[in-house]
C-alpha cells in the first residue's frame, strides 16, 4: 500500500516557540494532504486541507495564522505551529490521497508543548 | 445528530470470533467509504476501501456497503489479540476529498 511518513514522530518545544512536521508521501504523489489533529480517546479533527500549489482550506475555528501550512511538492506538506502554547499539545497526523482513492495516513507527531 | 454515528464499545470478543462493526450515515452524497484500523499512538492503518454499495473482501475482512440503508459494516473472521483497537468509519463524497469519520469502537480480543 501507499506509504506515508511523518517527521519528527515526537517534539517538546517550549511554550511560544514555532515547531514544523513534515508530512511526506514516500511511494506516490499527492496534490492533496490533509492535517488533523487528535486527542486522546477522541476521533480525529481535519484542521485543513492542503493543495500542492496554492493555499490551504482550514476548518472552521482553526486559525490559519497560527498553523501554518505549505505543500511546495507532491510529496511533501508542513505543518508550523507557530508560538506554540500549552493547549497546541496534540497528536498531529497527516494523510495523502493516492490516485486509486485510499486516503493513507502518516504514523503522527507527538507535540508537547511545555 | 452526528454525520457518521459508529458506537463506541468496547466490544469483546473471544479469539477466533467474528468482529462485526458498522457505521451510519445520513449525508446520501457519500460515494467512498473506508475502514481503518488505529492502535493507540499511531496514525490509521487503510483496511479496506469501498466505492458505492456492494461487498469487498480482503483477507480475513469483508466490507459491505448499503447505500438504500446508509449503513456500511466490516466484520473480521478469526480474530486475533493483535486486531485489539480502535476502528474508524470514514466516508467521503468524491475521491479525495475530505473524510468524514466516525467516532471510532474500541475493540478487544481476549486470548
Known amino acids: 500500500g501507499a506509504v506515508v511518513s511523518q517527521h519528527p514522530s515526537w517534539v517538546i518545544c517550549k511554550s511560544g516557540t514555532s515547531v514544523k512536521i513534515e508530512c511526506r508521501s514516500l511511494d506516490f504523489q499527492a496534490t492533496t494532504m490533509f492535517w488533523y489533529r487528535q486527542f486522546p480517546k477522541q476521533s480525529l479533527m481535519l484542521m485543513a486541507t492542503s493543495n500542492e500549489g496554492s493555499k490551504a482550506t482550514y476548518e472552521q475555528g482553526v486559525e490559519k495564522d497560527k498553523f501554518l501550512i505549505n505543500h511546495a511538492s507532491l510529496t511533501l506538506s508542513t505543518l508550523t505551529v507557530t508560538s506554540a502554547h500549552p493547549e497546541d499539545s496534540s497528536f498531529y497526523i497527516c494523510?495523502?490521497?493516492?490516485?486509486?482513492?485510499?486516503?493513507?495516513f502518516g504514523p503522527g507527531t507527538r507535540l508537547t508543548v511545555t | 445528530q452526528k454525520e457518521v454515528e459508529q458506537d463506541p464499545g468496547p466490544l469483546s470478543v473471544p479469539e477466533g470470533a467474528i468482529v462485526s462493526l458498522n457505521c451510519t450515515y445520513s449525508n446520501s452524497a457519500f460515494q467512498y467509504f473506508m475502514w481503518y484500523r488505529q492502535y493507540s499512538r499511531k496514525g490509521p492503518e487503510l483496511l479496506m476501501y469501498?466505492?458505492?454499495?456492494g461487498n469487498k473482501e480482503d483477507g480475513r475482512f469483508t466490507a459491505q456497503v448499503d447505500k438504500s440503508s446508509k449503513y456500511i459494516s466490516l466484520f473480521i473472521r478469526d480474530s486475533q489479540p493483535s486486531d485489539s483497537a480502535t476502528y474508524l468509519c470514514a466516508m467521503s463524497e468524491a475521491a479525495g476529498n475530505k473524510l468524514t469519520f466516525g467516532g471510532g469502537t474500541r475493540v478487544l480480543v481476549k486470548p
Open positions: 469501498t466505492y458505492s454499495s
Open positions: 494523510s495523502a490521497t493516492a490516485s486509486g482513492g485510499g486516503q493513507y
